[in-house]
């Protein structure tokens, strides 16, 4: 299979590449490099470095890609609120432009990264199905949700096969720790570097996280399943209090957490029922939290070390 990844530089996306290689795929990395890392990019993979909002139509001839997996976006939720504009031009337009080189080469199939918990929001209904009604409270949420609908009318124009993974709490290496979103990264790298981390609000604000692994699966099985909208995630809800108590005992750290103010609108549950992409993709979450986490922190203590090897000395 000939592959094209979007936002295959960052966190998600190399990990999918790494898996695509790994089986055999031809692969094509399209990264505008604003959050990923060149190095993450694998060796096998042909990169290209592009925005998805700009003239994609050539380089998608070019490559001739029978499935695309789109996971280029802005990712910043609070960053979303704050400049709308910017999130709209990459995750609304972005999705659009790259929907419409789709079609003018005849690419097969778009796999595309959603937000379970983002597009739905808060809700009475936990686990939450794919039938909830979307109440993005976000930017961000609400590009999700028209990236599903663009996907949905390129389906019925053009016959393009669209499959959105809404995602749950993604979580595991790779994921960037100096960024707004990624918790699990946030308070791994500051346990290690023996800063206690703070948790907003009194820390009973729930999520489901699902590890990187565990998402590249569903990407694979999503290759060939029926299109449609699937929940990716665990359905097993877990408050930031219990997990910070869980990370710092893989750290290594007996402190507690600090709390500071709650984040104004934050979403207080999230917890995604995954029953339908087992009936029909046949995935199921593999990987437990504690399993998740001590890779987490395995490969943060690696890339710290790294890290420090390469300052000079005095430096």
């Known amino acids: 299979m000939r592959a094209l990844v979007t936002g295959g530089a960052g966190f998600i996306g ?3 590449a790494d898996a695509l290689i790994a089986g055999g795929d031809e692969v094509t990395v399209l990264d505008d490099l604003s959050r990923g890392s060149r190095s993450q990019v694998p060796e096998a993979a042909r990169f290209v470095e592009a925005d998805v909002a700009a003239d994609l139509a050539g380089i ?3 490559e001739r890609p029978e499935v695309v997996f789109h996971h280029a976006a802005q990712i910043d939720v609070r960053r979303s609120v704050a400049d709308p504009l910017v999130d709209t031009r990459i995750n609304v337009l972005g999705t659009v432009n790259l ?4 079609v003018e080469v005849g690419v097969r199939r778009v796999v595309f990264a959603s937000s379970g918990g983002a597009m739905y929001g808060d809700t009475d209904a936990l686990p939450t199905t794919e039938e909830h009604p979307p109440r993005p409270a976000s930017h961000y949420g609400a590009a999700k949700v028209a990236g599903e609908v663009y996907g949905g009318v390129y389906a019925g124009l053009h016959g393009l096969e669209f ?6 709490n993604v979580y595991g290496p790779r994921q960037d720790p100096h960024g707004e979103a990624g918790v699990v990264a946030i308070f791994t790298d500051r346990l290690l570097r023996g800063l206690i981390p703070t948790i907003n609000g009194d820390g009973t604000q729930t999520r489901d996280y699902v590890y990187v692994g565990d998402v590249v699966a569903a990407n694979l099985a999503a290759v060939d399943a029926p299109p449609g909208s699937y929940n990716i995630g665990t359905g097993v809800e877990v408050d930031v ?3 910070y108590r869980r990370l710092a005992a893989a750290v290594g750290v007996t402190a507690p957490a600090r709390h500071g103010p709650a984040k104004p609108g934050e979403q207080l549950r999230s917890c995604l029922d995954p029953s339908l992409a087992a009936a029909r993709l046949g995935w199921r ?4 939290l504690e399993t998740g986490l001590h890779a987490t922190v395995s490969h943060h203590r690696e890339r710290m070390a790294t890290e420090a090897r390469s300052v000079p000395a005095g430096g």
């Not at 499959?163 to 749950?168: H, I, N, P």
């Not at 979450?285 to 437990?288: D, F, G, H, K, L």
């Open 14 to 16: 190399s990990h999918l």
């Open 60 to 62: 998608l001839a070019r």
């Open 99 to 102: 929907l419409q080189a789709c």
């Open 163 to 168: 499959v959105s993974l809404r995602y749950a």
């Open 241 to 243: 209090n219990d997990l």
């Open 285 to 288: 979450p593999r990987v437990t």
